[in-house]
């Protein structure tokens, strides 16, 4: 497949109306429609179900997207770090989610510093999810990734830090003084959902709970009495006395991760990651 025929794919199967992918692509309609004909020809697959009223994906076009996506994210990362290598300016990028893993990105970048052979570091501090997209599409050269939040398929890793999560309460809730909660008690708070994080594509998933985008967000949400949040043990030093925190025994473990491409030949990330796993 061409990159174009996956663009093409991509915006029919976001859009799920061609006219609009037309327009987002800034394409006339017919052309559209038959590149999009012409690779289901060539795939001997049929990847969108048509009616008069609605286009769904079928199975195949489910996959093609997810795949499509990553490809052209692969695409769009090489172009950028080709264009990086060919400046003079040394540097690594590291990219984590603003508020998580402050201590050990302190320590890491101190660590880091005190080589002889270190370059320097810019760090960006993004939003939950962030972190992993500017890693693929190469705005980033490593990143601090949490796992089960984050996806590292595709990337090499190495775990740095292991952590219990707790359910962020505000403190004047009946359940605040709980010893310790369960997943299935925090699930069914209805007066105090969980919050809902936007998908890599911006959409949210269904749910009560409200939308949010930021760590800030989420912790005044808490305090109004509008959510609860789970969240790993090693946040608790950043929140104020208007929360409480209740330990979640069966809450799954989050892990602090450190992630770079694999076809990464950066003598400079290499020696970062060897930092990181020696903290």
Same mark, same amino acid.
């Given at each position: +497949?061409?990159?174009?025929?996956?663009?093409?794919?991509?915006?029919? *199967?976001?859009?799920?109306?061609?006219?609009?992918?037309?327009?987002?692509?800034?394409?006339?309609?017919?052309?559209?429609?038959?590149?999009?004909?012409?690779?289901?020809?060539?795939?001997?697959?049929?990847?969108?179900?048509?009616?008069?009223?609605?286009?769904?994906?079928?199975? *195949?076009?489910?996959?093609?997207?997810?795949?499509?996506?990553?490809?052209?994210?692969?695409?769009?990362?090489?172009?950028?770090?080709?264009?990086?290598?060919?400046? $003079?300016?040394?540097?690594?990028?590291?990219?984590?989610?603003?508020?998580?893993?402050?201590?050990?990105?302190?320590?890491?970048? !101190?660590?880091?510093?005190?080589?002889?052979?270190?370059?320097?570091?810019?760090? +960006?501090?993004?939003?939950? #999810?962030?972190?992993? #997209?500017?890693?693929?599409?190469? &705005? *980033? $050269?490593?990143?601090?990734?949490?796992?089960?939040? !984050?996806?590292?398929?595709?990337?090499?890793?190495?775990?740095?830090?292991?952590?219990?999560?707790?359910?962020?309460?505000?403190?004047?809730?009946?359940?605040?003084?709980?010893? @310790?909660?369960?997943?299935?008690?925090?699930?069914? +708070?209805?007066?105090?959902?969980?919050? &809902?994080?936007?998908? &890599? $594509?911006?959409?949210?998933?269904?749910?009560?709970?409200?939308?949010?985008?930021?760590?800030?967000?989420?912790?005044?949400?808490?305090?109004?009495?509008? *959510?609860?949040?789970? +969240?790993?043990?090693?946040?608790?030093?950043?929140? &104020?006395? !208007? @929360?409480?925190?209740?330990?979640?025994?069966?809450?799954?473990?989050?892990?602090?991760?450190?992630?770079?491409?694999?076809?990464?030949?950066?003598?400079?990330?290499?020696?970062?990651?060897?930092?990181?796993?020696?903290?």
């Amino acid at each position: +497949m061409e990159t174009r025929e996956m663009r093409y794919f991509v915006a029919v *199967a976001e859009e799920l109306h061609f006219g609009r992918a037309a327009q987002r692509l800034s394409i006339a309609q017919p052309p559209l429609s038959r590149a999009i004909q012409q690779l289901e020809r060539r795939l001997g697959v049929v990847l969108l179900h048509r009616t008069a009223r609605a286009i769904t994906l079928t199975k *195949a076009g489910s996959v093609l997207l997810q795949e499509a996506r990553l490809a052209l994210e692969a695409v769009e990362a090489a172009e950028r770090r080709t264009r990086r290598a060919a400046t $003079d300016r040394a540097g690594v990028v590291l990219a984590a989610k603003a508020g998580a893993s402050r201590e050990l990105l302190s320590k890491l970048l !101190d660590a880091y510093a005190a080589d002889p052979s270190a370059v320097a570091v810019e760090v +960006m501090l993004c939003g939950p #999810g962030e972190p992993e #997209g500017l890693l693929r599409n190469g &705005r *980033a $050269d490593v990143a601090l990734l949490q796992l089960p939040y !984050d996806t590292t398929a595709g990337f090499d890793t190495e775990d740095l830090h292991t952590e219990h999560q707790v359910v962020v309460l505000p403190a004047e809730h009946p359940l605040a003084n709980r010893p @310790h909660m369960s997943m299935a008690e925090v699930n069914a +708070m209805t007066d105090l959902p969980l919050p &809902r994080w936007p998908r &890599r $594509d911006g959409s949210y998933p269904d749910g009560p709970g409200p939308k949010v985008r930021d760590h800030t967000q989420l912790t005044q949400l808490i305090t109004l009495g509008r *959510a609860c949040a789970l +969240m790993p043990e090693s946040l608790r030093a950043q929140l &104020r006395g !208007d @929360h409480a925190i209740v330990p979640v025994p069966d809450a799954p473990a989050v892990t602090t991760v450190i992630a770079w491409p694999p076809h990464s030949r950066s003598q400079a990330v290499a020696d970062l990651v060897r930092t990181a796993v020696h903290l």
